[in-house]
Structure formats: C-alpha cells, structure tokens
C-alpha cells in the first residue's frame, strides 16, 4: 500500500507562484509513475503532470512552460511548481501514483487563482 499526503495548496493571484507537495510513504519501492492531476467543479479529472522513476516527464497541454515537476527519491516527495498561474488553474490537484497493480490518490489540496 502507498499513502499520498498533499499540501501546499492555497489562494494567490493570477500571475502568482505556488508550489505543491506530495509525501508518499509505506511501499514507495512499488511506485512507477507519480504525478498530479486535477479537477475542477463540473469538470473531469485532467492530467497535470507525472514523473517516472527515471525523471521522465509529462505535462497536460494546459501547464506546459509554466508547471513544474520534480521529485525527490531519498524522503519520497514530489513537488509542482505552479508559476504564472491563471484563473483557469483553480481546481483540487490530486497527487497519484501508479504501480503494476494499483492507483493510489491522496485526498487532494483546493488552489484558487483569483483574477
């Protein structure tokens, strides 16, 4: 089993910056790809962005040149940076990661851009 913690999320302007944080913990080891996704009222779960364990990325064609993501093998975390952010980025961003056998997801963290 593998437990996903988010945080990070908040309010901030539009052009603003925030960064989110995902812990992951019990079997990490299991993990292939972890990533972020979002969803806002009304609307499907939509892809963010997912990193492999050997640092391969993918972004959703929204957050290209402006989202970040990275992550930190040695304490388990992944981090998106969030820059020039637009109203249109308001959502709950979920952290999930995704083994041979399982999807896991975290509870979720609010971010609001206000315009």
């Known amino acids: 089993q593998v437990q996903l913690v988010e945080s990070g999320g908040g309010l901030v302007q539009a052009g603003g910056s925030l960064r989110l944080s995902c812990v992951a913990s019990g079997s990490t080891f299991s993990i292939n790809y972890i990533g972020w996704y979002r969803q806002a009222p009304g609307n499907q779960r939509e892809l963010v962005a997912t990193i492999s364990g050997g640092g391969s990325t993918n972004y959703g064609d929204s957050v290209k040149g402006r989202f970040t993501i990275s992550r930190d093998n040695v304490v388990n975390i992944v981090y998106l940076q969030m820059n020039n952010l637009k109203p249109e980025d308001s959502a709950v961003y979920y952290c999930?990661?995704?083994?041979?056998?399982?999807?896991?997801w975290g509870q979720g963290t609010q971010v609001t851009v206000s315009s």
């Open positions: 999930n990661a995704v083994s041979l056998t399982q999807d896991y």
